[in-house]
Each structure stands twice: as C-alpha cells, then as structure tokens.
C-alpha cells in the first residue's frame, strides 16, 4: 500500500513541478515549490499513519476544492465528468432525456421538460419525483443521481416517479438534444420584434443573427433583446452579439489582469447587421457575465436603452487550463471593463464578512463614469437599467420563498387542481393569493432577517455577561414585532410574488415557448419596452 501511495502522489507533485517552472510566475516559484513539498510530505504521512484507512482521491478533492473557497466561486476544479458538462454548457449539444432536472437527497425533480423531447413525450411533466432509474433506487445511490439519466442515444432508460402522491412508470428513449441559445423569437406588433437569448454559448450571434434577419423580413423596425435570467458564457460570443448592432472596429470590452498575455482589448471584427434600429435591452439579478457585457457595451455606446433590475454584478473573466487524467482547471484570470472603462464586478471575494461571505461593494466607493453621448454610469455594483422597475428585482423574502421551491411546488398543486381553457386570458386573483399565503404558513415557511440575525447577536452577548434577564421583555416585544414585519413584508411584496407565480404556472400549461407568447401581451417589462420603442422621441430621450 505504501508503494501504491507513493508513486500515486510522485506523478502529480512532477507534474505540479512541471507546470509551474514553466509558468510566468517565477518570482513566485521559490515560495510555490516549498508550500507544495509542505502539503505532499503532509499528504504522504497523513494517508501512511492516520487511525483509519483513508481514500488519497477524496482527501485530494476536498483539499483542492477547500483551497479554491477561498478565492471567487467561478475558480474550479473538474473532474472528468464535470469537462463534459461544462462542454455541454457551452455548446447546447448532448445526449439525454430532454428534462431539467433538480437532485435532491432521495429523488430527481422534474423542473421543466422540454417540448416534444424524450421526457415530454414519455409523459413527465415538471413536479415528478423520480425515485427509481431502471433497478436503480435514488434514495441508495451514493453519487450524483442525475448520472443515471444520461445513455447512448436511442438506448431506454426506465424510470419510476411519483405525482401526486402515486407512483407511475415510463420507459424514456434517449436522444440528441440541442438547446437554443435564441429559444424564442417573435413580432410583438406590427413593427417590434422581440428575441429571447438564453444563454451565451458557441451558436448565440449566429442564432440572434439569424432571428433579427426574420424579424426584419417580418416588418421590424425595432428590436427588444430579453437578457433576463442569462447567467452569460463566452465572452467573444459577446462581443459577436454586441458587432450585428455597431460598427466594424468599435471597442466592445477590455480585459485586465497581472499576467500581461491575458491583457487584452475586443474590438467588433465584422460588418454590422443594423446600426440604426432602436433597441431595448431586457436584464434582472439574474443577468451575469456576458449578458452584462453586451448589455453595459451597448449602453456605453447609446446604442441601447436598458430596462428593467440592477444585473448581477459578474466583471470577472475565467479561462479553462487542462490538468492531467482529463481534469480541468476554470480560473479567474483577468477582470472585464465596458467601452466606458468601468468594472462592474458587484462583490468582493476578497474582502468577506464574520460569515465568509463576500461582501458587496459600498454604493460610496462606485465610480463615475461616461457614455458616449456623455450620460454619466458607475461601476462596482452591475448594470444599472436607464429605466428601473421595481417589480423585477427579488426582494429578500421572495428570494426565501423561491429557494424554498415553494412557489415551484404550489404551480404543481395549482396545475393538477385546475383546468385553464385560453391561457392569453389567465391572471390570478386576489383569492389565489390569499390562497398562496396560506400554503406558506401550511409548510411551514420561515426567512431570518439580517435584524433578526443582529438581534440575536445582541441577545447572545447578553446572556454572557448576565444581562438578559433585564432585557427580555424588550427582546421578546421586538421579535413578535418583525414577525408581524414579515407578514407584512409578503403582502408588500403581492405583485411581484404573483408575477412569479403566474411564470411558473403558464409553463405547467403551455412550456416555456407559451410562456413567452403570454409576456408579449402581459410582461411588464415588455409592456415597458414596447411603450419606449413605440415613441421615437421617447427611446431618443433615453440615450441624450
């Protein structure tokens, strides 16, 4: 055993060697080489000596994932499998069922299947509970269950799920899948077209390329791009999108970072598609990385008026560096800046609170900065919509609410007990959210807030130091106080919480292609864009 431990740790500690003598940072090398042999002299006597037999692999997999904690999240090891699906991200192309699925515990959730793929035409629907794939039950299985779906294509997979509280069976032929990076385009009116660009892989230009051409060939003399929820991708598919809308030669992004070869500027590299026609530009919280770059490029340049939430906040670029036996490193390696020259990176990972968490960067400490036509935008906190709409920023406890899934769960209880003849006309009621307030209180919904975190704190150091019989009462009256401060909170919060709601209830109906026809005529922020674009004065007025 020992033998085996040796040579299993001699292979990687030369190939580590190797890497960094023939890296840039050699002024560093001295101290890299020695806190290595610290850690691969550790690593040998711990698994030689420790009580218990130990696994190198594990032990190895936690000590670099610990390590890279510490830095920014978007830093990652892969392992093999994770390559294939990070290649799978970036190209929409791959073999399975047809389905988004949640892993949890001791089943797989169906979160959304795909219209007219293997899931969906085995009969699943969002809401299913698979508790057993072919002889295999999930609540057993030790690794990631999602594995278990994936096959050769045209190979059968059978699965056992539960809905509603009964068990069903299906049998779900595997196939290729390919998903759209433009899910959806369509005309809103006689001359507004409206592209729907889900995320930033290797066809999204060709594909947003392709969609505005039809447009145009339909009528449209406007253009309004939905950025919302795209947690971005490739950054020179970025800077490809943001080319169909400016000139040739026009600088789109900068990136900057210590080692001087991944300094780097972007410039657009073709001939445009359309350099006049008015465009809005869709983002939330949930807009990241190349979303943000196209959309804080086109706003720099007044090419585009931005609607709708403060974006995520992602300035950070990563570049994939091949390890040994297939693996993969995702590294942060530079910083990205808009035309404008500002960073919106949003949190500082570098800087964190008693928690470990990053902190966001202080509103105080943004700088200013200048469009194009001089209208002034800041950095450090995401992209800043020229037209903010309250209703599509998550406040706290609608963020609770969504990572509980209870708004998820509810549209699965909602679809089976309900039958909508002409979705273009559903629209929930006052008694549905009533309704939805009681399921809350049903399963037990419960959201700290960061007072009651700070309150506690301060009971906690009160009964150290022997005070906390004096302030009881005023510490019992102020709790009662934020409870009715929360319940108060979700009724506050009424039309964004039935805005989610209705989202998650027409897919049940309709898939995600009728969810988008339903924003056409009830989406607030299309509502908005289109009302922008509908007065030429109006857009005008937005980019002076």
Not at 185 to 193: A, L, Q, V
């Amino acid at each position: 055993m020992k033998t085996f431990l040796k040579k299993k740790i001699l292979i990687p500690i030369l190939a580590i060697t190797v890497f960094f003598a023939g890296s840039a940072f050699q002024n560093d090398f001295f101290e890299i080489a020695k806190q290595i042999e610290i850690f691969t002299t550790l690593f040998k006597e711990l698994n030689m000596n420790y009580v218990d037999e130990t696994n190198p692999a594990d032990l190895m997999d936690t000590a670099i994932k610990s390590m890279l904690n510490d830095l920014d999240p978007y830093t990652r090891f892969y392992n093999e499998q994770d390559v294939e699906a990070e290649r799978i991200r970036q190209t929409g192309d791959y073999t399975g069922i047809g389905a988004k699925v949640r892993t949890l515990k001791d089943k797989l959730i169906i979160i959304e299947p795909y219209k007219n793929y293997p899931a969906d035409k085995a009969g699943l629907k969002a809401g299913d509970e698979i508790i057993k794939v072919n002889n295999i039950t999930v609540a057993n299985y030790k690794d990631d269950a999602g594995e278990l779906l994936k096959g050769a294509s045209n190979s059968t997979v059978n699965v056992t799920y539960v809905r509603q509280g009964k068990q069903h069976q299906a049998s779900i032929k595997h196939s290729e899948i390919e998903i759209d990076a433009v899910p959806y385009f369509s005309m809103i009116n006689d001359n507004i077209g409206y592209i729907v660009l889900s995320k930033f892989n290797s066809k999204i230009s060709a594909q947003t390329a392709y969609a505005v051409k039809d447009l145009k060939a339909q009528g449209a003399k406007r253009i309004i791009l939905d950025l919302r929820n795209n947690p971005g991708g490739l950054l020179h598919e970025a800077v490809n999108v943001v080319n169909l809308f400016v000139p040739k030669g026009q600088l789109v992004v900068t990136t900057k970072s210590k080692v001087k070869k991944f300094n780097r500027t972007y410039y657009t590299q073709k001939e445009p598609l359309d350099t006049e026609i008015p465009l809005v530009v869709l983002i939330n919280g949930k807009s990241a990385s190349a979303s943000e770059i196209v959309s804080g490029s086109l706003q720099d340049l007044d090419r585009a008026v931005i609607v709708g939430s403060r974006s995520f906040g992602k300035g950070l670029v990563q570049r994939p560096k091949k390890l040994t036996y297939g693996t993969q490193l995702k590294v942060t390696i530079s910083r990205y800046y808009t035309p404008s020259g500002r960073c919106i990176q949003a949190l500082d990972y570098w800087n964190r609170d008693e928690e470990g968490n990053a902190v966001k960067i202080d509103k105080t400490k943004y700088n200013e900065f200048k469009t194009k036509n001089g209208r002034p935008v800041f950095d450090g906190g995401g992209i800043l919509p020229d037209e903010q709409m309250p209703i599509t920023k998550n406040s706290p406890i609608t963020q609770e609410i969504l990572n509980d899934f209870l708004i998820f769960d509810y549209a699965t209880n909602y679809y089976y007990k309900n039958t909508v003849n002409n979705i273009d006309n559903f629209k929930l009621t006052d008694s549905d959210f009533k309704a939805f307030k009681s399921y809350l209180k049903t399963n037990n919904f419960t959201f700290v807030t960061e007072t009651e975190k700070a309150l506690n704190k301060v009971h906690e150091k009160a009964i150290k130091e022997a005070l906390d019989d004096n302030i009881k009462s005023d510490y019992n009256r102020l709790l009662n106080n934020l409870k009715s401060s929360k319940d108060v909170a979700i009724d506050e919060n009424k039309d964004q919480i039935l805005s989610l709601l209705t989202d998650e209830i027409v897919k049940r109906y309709v898939y995600r292609e009728g969810l988008y026809d339903y924003y056409k005529t009830h989406n607030p922020e299309i509502k908005k864009a289109t009302q922008i674009l509908s007065n030429i004065t109006t857009y005008h007025d937005y980019l002076r």
